[in-house]
């Protein structure tokens, strides 16, 4: 559907995309994902052709675009801000498009009240202005105006960073719902992991310009390909030297020179032992109590481990308490360390 072979973007003599490779599935979700300035936007805005890219192609449906103009390529766009405007009424804004394509008044008025029913905005919604809707209603209505004139994709800048946390859960969750019942394919940019490994089928992790990893949510949560994707994806220990000997005396083979990590639900206390797990003695010394789950800070080897344990409605381990800590050597992440940002 979209594809990107070799991109490079440049401002002036400082290098944002690096040789970036994407290839986008028909109908899929995909995320680009990473801190700020790391180039997701960057490649956003090179699909949607507001950026030229310094070499490189944009492919969509085998047809090169890179050169097409932005109100060419057929692409929905929503975007950070909404950029809707805040004086117009809502069926205004969604009919904007409509209206650019010189389309019939009966015509207009049926796509957009098609739309609307769709993104849940009712008739009494449409003659309102933008200005007097909430955030969330805003977003339905950015929505709604990217994908009435039928584009092929749709992008997404972050369109949930403005909301409060609960909205944007609730908005992420409906997001999921009506990209999966129209079946566009969708691009969308945002920091937040959560948001990523929760509404995305495949996931591009973006650092510095590259990208460090193209993966399914679970292949780049349980199977991180860098330790930067390792680090900036989730909660996760890294084991400390001592740790590390200790399973080296018990048959690990874990390399001493490299980094090992494991994710905090990949530990356990009290485990029954089934010969799987290494088993170690440790000591509870810090609690945060979450309601469906409870991570504890237990101190073992020389270092302070944090596990996950699912709130199953017993007295939950108190401080000071002693406990036996283990976990399966094969849930262990490792890297070859690459410099002093790795150290």
């Not at 030229?52 to 975007?79: C, H, L, W, Y």
Request: aromatic fraction near 10%.
């Amino acid at each position: 559907m979209i594809k990107l072979n070799d991109i490079v973007v440049k401002f002036g003599d400082f290098t944002a995309l690096h040789d970036i490779n994407v290839h986008v599935k028909e109908g899929e979700f995909f995320t680009f994902l990473g801190p700020s300035g790391c180039g997701k936007t960057t490649t956003l805005r090179t699909i949607t052709g507001f950026i030229q890219p310094a070499s490189g192609t944009v492919f969509m449906k085998d047809k090169d675009i890179t050169r097409v103009p932005i109100e060419k390529r057929n692409i929905g766009i929503v975007f950070q801000s909404y950029a809707l405007f805040p004086t117009m009424t809502v069926y205004d804004n969604i009919a904007f498009g409509l209206k650019l394509k010189k389309l019939g008044k009966k015509e207009i008025d049926e796509k957009v009240r098609d739309i609307a029913r769709k993104v849940d905005l009712s008739d009494e919604q449409l003659a309102k202005a933008v200005s007097q809707l909430s955030g969330g209603q805003q977003q339905r209505v950015a929505i709604a105006r990217a994908l009435v004139t039928s584009p092929s994709i749709i992008c997404l800048d972050e369109p949930l960073s403005n909301l409060d946390a609960k909205l944007r859960v609730q908005l992420r969750n409906e997001l999921k719902k009506m990209q999966k019942e129209f079946g566009i394919t969708s691009i969308y940019v945002t920091h937040d992991q959560e948001e990523a490994l929760t509404l995305s089928d495949r996931i591009a992790v973006f650092n510095k310009g590259y990208i460090e990893q193209i993966g399914t949510p679970n292949e780049i949560y349980n199977h991180s390909a860098t330790e930067f994707v390792c680090n900036f994806i989730g909660d996760i220990n890294r084991l400390g030297d001592e740790m590390v000997a200790e399973l080296n005396a018990r048959g690990a083979g874990l390399d001493p020179a490299w980094h090992h990590y494991i994710r905090l639900e990949r530990l356990h206390i009290n485990k029954k032992d089934d010969g799987k797990h290494f088993m170690f003695e440790g000591k509870v010394v810090a609690s945060e109590y979450y309601g469906l789950y409870i991570k504890y800070t237990v101190e073992s080897f020389g270092q302070t481990l944090r596990v996950i344990e699912k709130n199953d409605g017993t007295n939950p381990f108190v401080e000071g308490e002693v406990v036996g800590l283990s976990f399966n050597v094969r849930n262990i992440m490792s890297y070859e360390p690459k410099g002093e940002e790795d150290a």
